[in-house]
């Protein structure tokens, strides 16, 4: 795993010192993607230049080194990624004649483009890559990222001279780069608590969507072709669900795993230590036990735990660990240890973000990163197979109440806003009340549903579920909320049922802007290289979206098949728990030891004068959250990680 970066200058200037110069500034902000080797390639009469930073995992000798000449020297190539499959492209070449310096996979890509052309390339890669690649002979820039979005490219123009990389802050150190915040990027930001590609915090700059190729020339500066899909998920999705897997139970269960355990083993090669990630949860106990029955010695596994009721998953995983006889490494985390992480985040995350197990993320990251140089993640699992609870919530609760007339839903919600959520925590919880009617968190459950009971129609109660502020213009001065694949109809692919539209669209928003950005940074921000064998195999995800329905969710319970693989070496037992996210309490943090600091970002006179924020309604619902009266934490949250961001990128 690597970082790169670059720039296509076309301007006049072809001053050889200040390309190296700037490449260099450039190549030192994404120091932690590659602490190994670094490398760039100048050519100032064409006016372009790459820059690598490498983390050695595979070919550790020279001969991988970046950035990379094809054997014709036609093509250059800064390459971020793994092609899982190089092995056999490799064999599949040297049948047609070439041959190779290396082992590495960068320069079976290379070939393959020599041989294939870059499209019909990147459609035989099976992995996860994002690349820049420069044609010498047509004087042409191309930028590619793969299917599901797990490796990031941003890219955009500053004045004449065209930017791309890794992250945004390589760009950002490029001198011309203008730093403008588009307040329509950070309306999006609070309604999601990301920014939806292909928009980012800054005007005029873009993430490649996943995938796509971007080609450039040059000869028009300021000006940005269209990508263009390679990979379609929508084609991908909507053909899956119109030619079903039509085999048994047993068939899907032995399909699946033979699947699995393919792309685990194939995810399983380095030449660095390996290891994996577990929670205990079904996602990354399916990859361990499937990664420990394919190895002759005890696979090593890390885990976080924390003391705080709620949040600690930790002796789930070690119950798990022990029955599969892995080496296993857990941590337990104090509040302090968590907290001292926040200061970090605006820098790792570039842009603001604000998915509060950010935190737990990069420190399992940093924990595994002390014993091993690449582990293997369970993330993709719950959008592939049904596992989050809106997929059966959502439906039951259009069931419960779609069939009343508008103007009635609009009274029940009214009504069941007469209270506070405090106050239903207090009238739930009572002990004259059954058992069977008393739940957590009664009366944020009972606030959500307040929110969903004026919806007109099923999507747009998932709509509001996954919204964090729900009128962002009302927040932000001068917002106009772009339209994204979450808003856009022409965009939304069609299914037969709810829950298969709401997995497709987690599949293309949530899971490559939300869950793998926050993968990506908090492993390479600890010089971590994380796969993720459920989504960087795109066949699994293919075969996936032809299982029918029932074989995701079945008896209300999501992950159905994904389950019956798991049982074969894990007894169900041990697993049988309520969902659990990745979370920190930051609830009462704020209310305690990060009260100070949240006080001094969210200062009245401070809003006003960076203006971006309507102070008005932040300092509401900051003092309801003091008080009691409301749990805002995911709100303030997406605020504070905003004034965070600002603070150090002013």
Known sequence: MCGITGFLDTSENTD?????????????????????DEGEWLDPQSGVTLGFRRLSILDLSPTGHQPMFSADDRYVIVFNGEIYNFNQLRSELAGLGHSFRGHSDTEIVLAS???WGILETVRRCNGMFAFALWDRREHRLTLVRDRLGIKPLYYGWAGSVFLFGSELKALKAHPAFPAEIDRGALALYLRYNYIPAPYT?????????????????????????????YWSARQMAESGVAHPFEGSDQAAVGELDSLLRESIRDRMIADVPLGAFLSGGIDSSTVVALMQVQSRRPIQTFTIGFNESGYDEAGYARGIARHLGTDHTELYVTPQEAQA???????????????????????ISELARRHVTVSLSGDGGDELFGGYNRYTWVQKIWNAMGWLPAPLRSFGSATLDRLPPAAWDGL????????????SEPGEKIRKVSEILS?????????????????????????????????????RARFPDLASWMMYTDLVTYLPDDILVKVDRASMGNSLEARVPYLDDHRVVEFAWRLPMKMKIRDGKGKWLLRQVLYQYVPERMLERPKQGFGVPIDAWLKGPLRAWAEALLDKQRLKDEGFFYPEPILQKWQEHLTGKHNWQYHLWDILMFQAWLQVNK
């Open 455 to 491: 919806a007109g129609n099923p999507e747009a109660v998932y709509l509001d579920l996954i919204s964090h502020w729900k009128d962002p213009s009302a927040v932000v001065r001068g917002a106009l909320e772009p339209p994204t694949l979450l808003t856009c109809q022409d965009a």
């Open 428 to 439: 739930l919880s009572n002990r004259l009340i059954p058992s069977r009617w008393r739940f």
């Open 16 to 36: 050889q010192a200040s390309f190296q110069a700037t490449i260099a500034r450039m190549m030192g902000t994404i120091r932690h993607r590659g602490p190994d």
């Open 341 to 363: 992480v926040i200061p970090h985040l605006p820098a790792l995350f570039d842009e603001p973000f604000s998915d509060s197990s950010q935190i737990p993320t990069f420190l």
């Open 113 to 115: 483009i020599c041989q």
């Open 201 to 229: 915090i800054y005007s005029g700059f873009r993430k490649l969507m996943p995938g796509t190729l971007l080609t450039l020339t040059g000869n028009k500066p300021g000006e940005l072709p269209e990508p263009e899909l």
